[in-house]
C-alpha cells in the first residue's frame, strides 16, 4: 500500500490477452467461487506478459472477468508490487525495513542511485534499470538484503552490489 | 530441545514428496482419514494442545475452529493459511515453506478435515516468487499422490488447495485483510464483528491461521497434544517455535527452540545468535516485529520468550521477530525507520492511522534532521496516544503506537539531546553503518 500511487500510464495502444492466456484464465477461475477473486492472479498474468500494467491492460483484465474498470483500477493502485509505468529490465529493490536499515540499507540505496545516475523510482536511460525502495522482503537475517526482479540476493554490501550490477549490465 | 518444525531444513530434496514421505511424512494424513479420526477428534486434540497462534496474536488456534457455527446453513467453510509474512524482522515462514513445503501441507489437510473444509488457499505474499514456485509443485504432487482432490485415500474427505499471490501490501496479513484481498479488493480490514468464523470469505464461515500454526497441527497430530503441551514453560505457553532473530548480532537466523527459551540465551547462547556484533553493548530489543514495544536491557534481564513472559513486561512476542539494536544504534533514526513502514502500510480507511501514522513520520524525520523542537518529543507520545486501543478497524494503528510509546519514555534523553544536538548521541547515523 502506498497512497501516492494514483497514476496509471497509457500504453498508447490496446492490450488483448493472448487465446491461450485466456485459456489459463478460465482454468484459473474454476479454484474460486466468484470471478472477482481471480483479479489477483490476473492481473499478475497481465504484469507478466506486458512487463507493467498499463491502463488498456486494465481495461483488458476489467473485460475478461467482468468487473467495473474503477474497481481493477482500485485494487491496482492499492498493490505496490504492480507496476502503474514501465520499469527496467532489472528492477532493483532494495529494503530499507528496520533490520536492513540496521545493516545500513540507506547507505545501500545511496550508493546504487549514485552508481547508475538515478534517484529512487527512476529508471536509468537505457531501460536497464529501475530503483525501488521497498519495505520488509523477509531477509532479515541476511541483511540488507535486496531482490532484483523475482531474486534476493543477500546480503549485500557496495561491492557486493557493484558486482551484480557489472553482471546484470553486462547480460544484455 | 530436538527440533520438530525446522528438523528437515537441510534435508537434501527436502521440497520433494519422495524425501518427505520417506521422513515419516503424511503418516497423520493416512492415520486420520483411514483410521477413523474424525472431524471432532483432531479439533479436541488441537484444542487440548493449546496451539497458540504463530502469527502473531497468540489465540489458540482450536478454540478459533471452534467458533465455526455447527450448522453452516449449506455453506462451505474456508481454510485460508496465513502466508503473507511481513511483519518487519520475521522470516520464519518463508524458511518452511521454502524447504518443507509438505509439513504446512499436511498441516492444511488435517485442519481443512477438522473444519470440514473443502476449498483452502494458501495466501502467500507476493515477493516470495521461490516460495510460491514451491509451494505450487508441491500442492501438484500431493495431489498425484492422492493425498488432496477428490475423495483423499479412499476415505471420502475431499479437498483443493490454491496458492494465493498477494502483491505488497503489509496489510494483507490482518486476516480481514487478507479475506479481502483474496476476494479480489483492496486489503482494507474489515470491521468486526462479524468474525470470520462467522462470516469470512466469501461471506462464509473461515479459518484464517498462520503458517507455523498449521505445521504445529500436523505434529499435533503425530505426536500429541500431550506431548506438545509439554514443551516449553508451562501448558499455556507450549510447544516447539521458531524465532527470528536479526539486527545486530554475530548470526542472525531463525532458531527453533521451546517456547518460554530465556530472552538472553536467544541473544547471547552459543547455540544461537552468539552476542551482539564487535562484542557492544546492548541497547534495545523489539521482541515480536515492528509493533511490538520496543524493551531494555533490563527488561529482558529474566524474560521467557513465550506469549505470557513477554506480555507481562509490557510488550508482545508477535510473530517472534526479535530485532537486536547495539549501543550505536541511534534509537530515533529506528523508530523513524519503523514509522516510515507504518504510514507506508497503512491502508488509509481510518483516520487516527493514515494521519497518525503520517505525522508521526514527519515529526522523526524532522528530529532526525536536526530540526526539531522540545515540544516534538511530548508531541510524539500525544499522537501516539490517540492512534490506539480501539481507534480504529484493525490494529495497524496499536502496532506503528506501540514503538513511540515505548521508546519515547524509555529514551527520552536520547530524543531530547537530538532536538537539543541536532545529531545522534551515538555519534552515529544510520548511514554510517554501511558496509560495515
Given at each position: 500500500?502506498?497512497?501516492?500511487r ?23 477461475l474454476?479454484?474460486?467461487?466468484t ?26 483484465v ?12 482500485g485494487v491496482l493502485?492499492?498493490?505496490t ?5 514501465p520499469?527496467?529490465?532489472?528492477l ?27 534517484g529512487v523510482?527512476?529508471?536509468t536511460?537505457d ?21 532484483v ?24 | ?30 492415520k ?39 450448522d ?41 478435515y ?17 516460495g ?24 471420502g ?19 480481514t ?7 479480489g ?5 474489515r ?11 466469501f ?5 484464517v ?5 498449521l ?17 516449553g ?15 545486530r ?17 536467544l541473544?547471547?547462547g ?19 516485529g515492528?509493533?511490538?514495544a ?24 508477535g510473530?517472534?521477530a ?17 514509522l ?54 484493525c490494529?495497524?494503528a496499536?502496532g ?24 545522534c548521541?551515538?555519534?552515529r ?8
Amino acid at each position: 500500500m502506498s497512497h501516492t500511487r494514483y497514476h496509471i500510464e497509457s500504453a498508447g495502444e490496446p492490450r488483448r490477452f493472448s487465446a491461450e492466456a485466456l485459456a489459463r484464465i478460465e482454468k484459473l477461475l474454476k479454484r474460486y467461487p466468484t470471478r472477482q477473486a481471480a483479479l489477483l492472479p490476473v492481473l499478475w498474468m497481465a504484469q507478466e506478459t506486458w512487463g507493467w500494467i498499463s491502463k488498456e491492460a486494465a481495461e483488458e483484465v476489467a473485460r475478461v472477468l467482468d468487473l467495473p474498470p474503477s474497481h481493477v483500477d482500485g485494487v491496482l493502485t492499492f498493490y505496490t508490487m504492480f507496476n502503474l509505468k514501465p520499469v527496467g529490465k532489472h528492477l532493483l529493490q532494495v529494503c530499507t525495513s528496520i533490520s536492513c536499515h540496521l545493516a545500513g540499507a540507506e547507505g545501500l540505496v545511496e550508493h546504487c542511485g549514485k552508481r547508475l545516475g538515478i534517484g529512487v523510482e527512476e529508471t536509468t536511460k537505457d531501460g536497464k534499470f529501475t530503483l525501488v525502495e521497498v519495505e520488509c522482503i523477509a531477509g532479515c537475517d541476511r541483511a540488507p538484503s535486496m531482490m532484483v526482479n523475482d531474486k534476493y540476493y543477500e546480503p549485500m554490501d557496495a561491492k557486493s552490489l557493484d558486482a551484480l550490477l557489472d553482471r546484470l549490465a553486462r547480460e544484455s | 530441545m530436538e527440533k520438530v518444525l525446522s528438523r528437515r531444513v537441510g534435508t537434501p530434496n527436502s521440497q520433494s514428496i519422495d524425501t518427505y514421505v520417506a521422513d515419516g511424512g503424511y503418516a497423520s494424513v493416512k492415520k486420520v482419514l483411514t483410521g477413523g479420526m474424525t472431524p471432532e477428534n483432531v479439533l479436541e486434540e488441537v484444542k487440548k494442545a493449546n496451539v497458540r497462534g504463530r502469527g502473531g496474536a497468540g489465540f489458540s488456534a482450536g478454540v478459533k475452529w471452534s467458533f465455526l457455527p455447527k450448522d453452516t446453513k449449506g455453506k462451505p467453510v474456508y481454510l485460508l493459511c496465513n502466508a503473507d509474512e511481513s511483519e518487519p524482522g520475521t522470516f520464519k515462514d518463508r524458511l518452511v515453506m521454502e524447504n518443507d513445503p509438505h509439513q504446512l501441507i499436511e498441516g492444511m489437510i488435517l485442519a481443512s478435515y477438522a473444519i470440514k473444509c473443502r476449498n483452502a488457499y494458501i495466501y502467500i505474499r507476493g515477493e516470495f516468487y521461490e516460495g510460491a514456485r514451491i509451494l505450487n509443485r508441491a500442492v501438484d504432487e500431493a495431489y498425484a499422490r492422492g493425498f488432496l482432490g477428490e475423495n483423499v485415500l479412499g476415505s471420502g474427505f475431499s479437498l483443493d488447495i490454491t496458492v494465493h499471490r498477494g502483491a505488497g501490501a503489509y496489510i494483507c496479513g490482518e486476516e480481514t485483510g487478507l479475506i479481502e484481498s483474496l476476494e479480489g479488493k483492496r486489503g482494507q480490514p474489515r470491521i468486526k464483528p462479524p468474525f470470520p468464523a462467522i462470516s469470512g470469505a466469501f461471506a462464509a464461515p473461515t479459518i484464517v491461521n498462520n503458517v507455523e500454526t498449521l505445521c504445529c497441527v500436523k505434529h499435533v497430530i503425530d505426536r500429541g497434544a500431550e506431548w506438545f503441551s509439554k514443551i516449553g514453560r508451562n501448558d499455556k505457553n507450549a510447544g516447539p517455535k521458531l524465532f527470528c532473530i536479526s539486527g545486530r548480532v554475530n548470526r542472525p537466523g531463525v532458531y527453533e527452540a521451546a517456547m518460554g527459551l530465556p530472552f538472553k540465551e536467544l541473544i547471547y547462547g552459543d547455540a544461537y545468535a552468539q552476542g551482539i556484533k564487535g562484542g557492544r553493548k546492548l541497547k534495545a530489543v523489539i521482541p515480536g516485529g515492528a509493533s511490538a514495544a520496543i524493551m531494555t536491557p533490563a527488561e529482558i534481564e529474566d524474560c521467557p520468550l513465550d506469549f505470557d513472559g513477554v506480555a507481562a513486561r509490557g510488550s508482545m512476542l508477535g510473530s517472534a521477530a526479535i530485532i537486536v539494536m547495539d549501543e550505536d544504534t541511534c534509537i530515533v533514526a529506528a523508530v523513524r525507520n519503523i514509522l516510515k513502514f507504518f504510514s507506508h502500510e497503512s491502508c488509509g480507511q481510518c483516520t487516527p492511522c493514515r494521519e497518525g501514522t503520517t505525522w508521526l513520520y514527519r515529526v522523526l524525520t524532522r528530529i532526525e534532521n536536526g530540526e526539531g523542537r522540545v515540544e516534538d518529543v511530548d508531541l510524539l507520545s500525544r499522537v501516539a496516544g490517540q492512534m490506539n486501543n480501539g481507534m480504529t478497524i484493525c490494529v495497524l494503528a496499536d502496532g506503528a503506537a506501540a514503538p513511540i510509546l515505548s521508546a519515547v519514555p524509555k529514551f527520552r534523553d536520547e530524543f531530547l539531546y537530538h532536538v537539543e544536538h541536532k545529531r545522534c548521541m551515538s555519534g552515529r547515523g544510520a548511514k554510517a553503518l554501511v558496509t560495515a
